[in-house]
Structure formats: structure tokens, C-alpha cells
């Protein structure tokens, strides 16, 4: 099992220039190591598919409930993990700081922050607030003595907010306060992406479409995207497919779902394989 030091080194070189990976996101240890196990580079946690694991809505959790799931999930896959911590678990700059160097503690070498509020009626953090939160979040993990990597969140697209200009002034306020990486998700088209891209000088993290020009691996990496999430929907295609399964048994009385699903013995192998 690779160490803390060693699983930073291998996400850093993950991000150089030129190159562009997916990072599937895991919402348990055995969602995990099946995903290395597949051949994937790195990890990142969604918030929504570890709130579906304990029966939970999405953002219906905190810090405490977060950090055991995070110490399990590193401990399970020699694969480098970044996290997703919402918006720091706190509203000031000094408690997602510290957020940040609790969760560095269970074997994290990465982490988003977002800018959104959960207030509904002010939904973004101001600029200048929300600048200051990454400014204090990039300190904390530049004395966390190895390269953690700080993912900056622009939530506008995702909260009904698509306002180009201003997701590319937030952006640009999160570089100059030290982020590593850029992310806002919800935006999918090509034109909004390539404009993104010729304003900033870091790393772009994009979330997979499902709507719009549901962009490829192939022309995003075309594009000069660096990072490809998933968020959520692997672990909603899983729960799909046992809803499924039992809506046939109880609408036709057949278990017919069960005719594609993976053998005991050959899931067995996989939990049983030895990790790098």
C-alpha cells in the first residue's frame, strides 16, 4: 500500500499539462476497490452517493460523518483519493482551513471547497468571502508538509446560475488565492469550457454531462480539460439497477435482473486480489 507522501506525488503528475484523466467517484470501500481494480488512476468521494449510503439526502451530513468514511476509504485502495468537503463543513474561512487539516489526517491528498452557501435565499458565498475561504484553505494545505491538492468549486451552473462572466471571475479570484485546481460544474458546453480555459492558467476539473453536448472523454481532452469527474452517478446507476430489479420482482414476479449481474465468485476474486 502506497504511502500518504507517495499517493500526493502520483495526483500531482496526474494534472501536467497535456494530459487529461477521469476520476470516478466511490461511495464505499467496495465501490472503491472495484474502481481499481478496473484500472482507474484516482479517486474522488461524492458527497450525494455517501449521503445515499447511510439513507440520507445529499448535503444532509457533516464533518464527523464524513471523516471515518474518508479513513476507510483511504485505507482500502492504494489509489489516490481527493475529497469532497462541500463547502469546508463551515462558514468562515478559518473553519474550512481546519476542515481541511482534519480531513488530511485520515489519508486524503486532495479536496474541493465550494462556494456555495446552502442558504437558500443567498445561495453563493460573496466574492470577497469566498476568495478569502480558499485563501485560508490553500494555507492550511500548504502546511500540511506534502502537495495536497486544493480543488476550488464555482457552484453558479449548478444552483441555477449560469452566468458565464461572473463563474469566470470566481475562477480567477480562486487562482489568485492559491487553488490547485478550477472546477464548475453544470458547465457542459464547448464554447463555455474553451472560454473558461483561455481565462485561467490551472488545472480544469469538468463534471461528466447529461444533458447539452454531453461532451467525450476524447474532445474534452481535446479541449484541454485536465480532470473529468463523475459525481454521483455511478453510485445512482447502481441504486438504478437494484430498483429495477425489484420493480420486475414485484410487477412480473421474475428475477430475471439477476441473469446480468456478476457472479459470487468472481466478485469474490476481485475483494480477495491483492493491492499494489
Known sequence: MKTQIEKSEVFQKLHR??????????????????LEYLGCQALATTGAG????????????????ILPHLSQLCAITSLPISADLQNG????????AMTIIEAAKTGIVGCSIEDASGD?????????????????????????????????RAENYFYGNPDLADTILRLQAYQEAGADVLFAPGVQSKADIKSILSSIDRPLNVLMG???????????????????????????????????????????????????AISGKEINAIFTARLN
Not at 478569502?132 to 500548504?142: D, F, G, S, T, W
Not at 472523454?217 to 480532470?227: H, K, N, W
Open 210 to 260: 447529461l444533458r447539452g453536448e454531453q461532451l467525450t472523454l476524447a474532445e474534452l481532452s481535446e479541449l484541454g480539460v485536465a480532470r473529468i469527474s463523475l459525481g454521483g452517478s455511478l453510485a445512482r446507476t447502481a441504486y438504478s439497477a437494484m430498483i429495477n430489479a425489484v420493480k420486475e420482482i414485484t410487477s412480473t414476479g421474475r428475477f430475471s435482473y439477476a441473469s446480468d
Open 120 to 152: 437558500p435565499e443567498h445561495p453563493f458565498y460573496d466574492l470577497g468571502l469566498a476568495k478569502e475561504r480558499i485563501q485560508l484553505a490553500a494555507a492550511a494545505a500548504k502546511g500540511l508538509g506534502f502537495k495536497f491538492m486544493l480543488t476550488a
Open 89 to 96: 463543513f463551515g462558514h468562515t474561512p478559518e473553519e474550512a
Open 50 to 65: 455517501f449521503a445515499f449510503s447511510q439513507g440520507k439526502s445529499d448535503l444532509s451530513f457533516n464533518a464527523r460523518d
Open 17 to 34: 499539462q497535456g494530459n487529461c484523466f477521469v476520476i470516478p467517484n466511490p461511495w464505499d470501500a467496495g465501490s472503491a476497490r472495484l
